[in-house]
């Protein structure tokens, strides 16, 4: 079993950057494809960024330019750079991770493993 464990987060400011993180327990970050989902009370968990594990990077439109994932040099772990947070950008966000995405990468059900959510909140 794939544990994923989620880091970061909380209260920011419109305007300001936070820092998710996810870390791979036993695996390498480099043999699996990665995502980032987040989700608000009442509507589907949507995608946020995928990583392939070729390094090719999706994302989706509302956070382009603004959001990137990255994984670390010892490939245990994969991060969301969030800059320019806006309240819209508020939920719950959670890492998924799969050796190949089975679907869309946008879907929740293309991908099997699932990290604990984290809370990011913007708001002035």
């Known amino acids: 079993q794939l544990k994923l464990t989620v880091s970061g987060g909380g209260s920011v400011q419109p305007g300001e950057p936070a820092t998710l993180s996810c870390e791979m327990e036993?695996?390498?970050?480099?043999?699996?494809?990665m995502a980032w989902f987040r989700q608000v009370p009442g509507r589907q968990r949507e995608g946020v960024a995928s990583?392939?594990?070729?390094?090719?990077?999706n994302y989706a439109t509302a956070v382009r330019g603004r959001f990137r994932a990255s994984k670390d040099d010892a490939n245990i772990s994969l991060s969301l750079q969030m800059n320019d947070l806006k309240p819209e950008d508020t939920g719950t966000y959670y890492c998924?991770?799969?050796?190949?995405?089975?679907?869309?990468?946008?879907?929740?059900?293309?991908?099997?493993?699932w990290g604990q959510g984290t809370q990011v909140f913007v708001s002035s």
């Open positions: 990583f392939g594990t070729t390094g090719y990077t």
């Open positions: 036993k695996y390498t970050v480099g043999d699996y494809s």
């Open positions: 998924a991770a799969d050796l190949t995405c089975r679907g869309a990468w946008v879907e929740s059900r293309s991908w099997t493993f």
